[in-house]
């Protein structure tokens, strides 16, 4: 097989004397939707904040495309082509649209002092990205704000996808939503994996794992249960291997807590 | 915050909006509503009183250039999600400071000047990094910054000249270059020409016979309108601007793609330092003298003026060209009320209500606009 545009060996983090990860092994590679499984308090957001530059691993090694890496901060895994959508989508609802799509990176013109927002640009590419994904607005203007929570992840996505993302994170695109949002959810991250996008999708809903994923790894109390491929494992099998961690973490705790 | 789901309503909500209803549903609304009422209103009762004569009209353009000029720093502090209460006290320090410099120690006023902004601007630095640093509200630490501004001008003044009023500033701007920049007055020649023409009246008595009630345009008023040209433009036309929007709207959301949010925050306090510094100079300019006790409350009326303009109290929404009307309905009432005889204690009561009034629209406009619920 290629290798994996982001390789992830081994990971460990600490909070003080919290250990969020435990040695968590992930890669992803191009092309594919990786799915990552777990509980609430599984340590998934965490695991993701490493991946994407916002935390820096206690331990571990990061490797984008072969060559070992550390990530300073979010800028860094941006420029390395990782982009991800946050759980809480880092979009500002009182904001438009086009304004969102293009904040922290918008297009200039003219010459400094008098350098000011190519706005006819941003709003053209806005609105044509939108129309791409399938969501007709009103205008470039509309606030985030009107937006249903569908349409803001899809906003999101759009974004990443735009500015030229190798690797897309997903954090609990489709916990907050609907059933007909959630179809169109899943539907765009087939269309960025068609792309040639490497997907990471993180959920506690092992049937929108399934709709989608082409690999899936299951996160339990900070360290990883295995990764299975498509075809390996059915929906049960996924909900046991979250459920029987939880079992073991319990027996775990009855027996004094002794990990 | 606002992240609501609505099951599978989404693309029917999308409907075409009419281009009136459109040009009509603005941030500014509450602020040109506000205005119109105000001058309809003054029109009928002060109407006859000389409020709409030359000398009239220039007496609630200067006041209400004032208020404008501080609006417009307390308008993009407030947008990028903070306050600053030590706008009051930071006029009464920066007037007394210029006036110790130039007056008592002796420096040249142009100096004078450039190192009060510096300072002054500096101070707005340490007050937006201390709110970075402690995440405190903005709130308390610049109403710490209140006291110790006011107190410590209060102390300077009577340390270095007994009083708390420093004079003789008048006599230090003489042939100086930066004095009349905040001082001067402007198209004097045009009306010297407008009086001489008859079209505003002329003074007919004294020493100053033969010259227009109105002489120029006050540098002040120059300052608030290239102020409010520049915040607008700023916030609206730059990357800059769009990253004040968004410190406000959502500092955490804004930093995930990379806004720095804490220089964006640091220069909205120092800009704001910076008015209240150009407030003061033009002041201390037309005075010929430094007050401690100048400035007054006037942190509150800038923001009184902020919000009737359209903005949000917590951040990531307003308009420059708003808070330059709820400046122009503040100048407006207080002088018109004077005009009209009215009771001073009434302007109180109006100024209530108009706050009231405007807010609730903004409100109204504001969820149409953002989907907010
Ligand atoms: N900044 C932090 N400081 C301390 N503990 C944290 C922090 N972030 C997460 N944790 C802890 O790490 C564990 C995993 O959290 P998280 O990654 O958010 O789980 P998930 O996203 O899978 O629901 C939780 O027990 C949480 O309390
Ligand atoms: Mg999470």
Redesign the pocket.
């Known amino acids: 097989m290629t290798t994996p545009i982001v390789d992830m060996r081994n990971i460990k983090k600490h ?2 004397h ?1 250990i ?1 990860l435990n040695g968590v092994s992930f890669d992803v590679r191009a092309g594919e939707c990786h799915c990552l499984l ?10 993701i ?1 490493t991946m994407s530059g916002v935390f820096r691993p206690s331990e571990g090694e990061m490797r984008v495309e072969g060559k070992p890496v550390i990530f300073e901060s979010p800028r860094d895994a941006m420029t390395a082509g990782i982009a991800t959508v946050y ?1 809480d989508l880092a979009m500002i609802p009182l904001m438009s649209v086009s304004r969102n799509f293009w904040m922290g990176r918008e297009p200039e013109k003219g010459i400094w002092p008098l350098r000011t927002l190519d706005l006819a640009k941003a709003d053209a590419i806005t609105m044509t990205e939108m129309r791409k994904m399938g969501i007709n607005l009103r205008g470039p203007d509309q606030a985030v704000g009107t937006l249903s929570g569908g349409e803001r992840q899809t906003v999101a996505i759009a974004r990443a996808v735009y500015f030229g993302a190798k690797v897309l994170i997903l ?2 695109p489709t916990s907050a939503l609907g059933v007909r949002q959630t179809a169109n959810v899943l539907g765009t991250i087939d269309r960025v994996r068609k792309q040639g996008i490497g997907v990471v999708f ?1 959920t ?1 809903n092992v049937r929108h794992a399934m709709a989608v994923g082409d690999r899936f790894t299951v ?1 339990n109390r ?1 360290q990883t249960l295995g990764t299975a491929l498509r075809g390996e494992v059915d929906a049960p099998g996924l909900q046991d291997m979250m459920a029987g961690g939880q079992e073991l973490a319990d027996l775990e705790g009855s027996l004094g807590g002794t990990i | 915050m606002t992240d609501t789901t609505s099951g599978a309503a989404g693309d029917e909500r999308i409907k075409d909006v009419s281009p009136l209803r459109r040009m009509l549903i603005r941030p500014e609304l509450g602020g040109i509503c506000g205005t119109i009422l105000v001058f309809i209103l003054f029109g009928l009762i002060a109407g006859d009183s000389g409020m709409f004569a030359a000398e009239g009209v220039m007496n609630w353009t200067v006041v209400s250039a004032q208020f404008m000029v501080i609006a417009v720093g307390a308008c993009l502090l407030m947008i990028s999600g903070e306050f600053d209460l030590s706008t009051g006290s930071m006029i009464g320090f920066s007037g007394v400071l210029m006036a110790i410099l130039s007056v008592q120690l002796g420096w040249p006023l142009w100096l004078a000047i450039l190192a009060t902004f510096a300072f002054c601007m500096a101070i707005g630095a340490v007050n937006g990094w201390l709110v970075i640093r402690t995440g405190l509200p903005s709130f308390i630490v610049t109403l710490a910054s209140l006291y110790i501004l006011r107190g410590l001008t209060i102390w300077g003044s009577v340390y270095f000249t007994r009083q708390t009023i420093i004079s003789g500033v008048s006599d230090r701007a003489e042939g100086d270059w930066l004095g009349p920049v905040f001082g001067g007055k402007i198209l004097t020649g045009l009306f010297q020409w407008m009086g001489d023409a008859g079209w505003i009246a002329t003074f007919t008595r004294g020493n100053r016979a033969g010259q227009p009630v109105v002489d120029g345009i006050p540098m002040l008023v120059v300052w608030a309108i290239v102020l409010v040209i520049f915040g607008h433009w700023l916030l609206t036309r730059t990357k800059f601007g769009n990253w004040v929007f968004a410190s406000g709207g959502d500092a955490q959301a804004a930093r995930y793609v990379g806004v720095p949010v804490n220089r964006v925050k640091i220069l909205m306090f120092m800009f704001s330092a910076f008015c209240a510094c150009v407030f003061s100079m033009c002041q201390v300019m037309e005075f010929g003298s430094a007050a401690a006790d100048r400035g007054l409350l006037k942190e509150f009326e800038a923001i009184i003026c902020v919000v009737i303009g359209g903005a949000l109290l917590t951040g990531g929404y307003g308009s420059v060209i708003g808070a330059a009307l709820g400046a122009v309905i503040f100048g407006v009432v207080q002088q018109g009320l004077f005009f009209a005889n009215a009771e001073s204690s009434l302007f109180r009561v109006f100024l209530g209500m108009i706050l009231l009034i405007a807010v609730i629209m903004n409100t109204y406009i504001r969820r149409i606009i953002t989907g907010e619920r």
């Open positions: 909070f003080g919290v969020a777990g509980d609430n308090g599984a340590g998934k957001s965490t695991f904040k759980q954090d609990e993180i506690h996160l900070g």
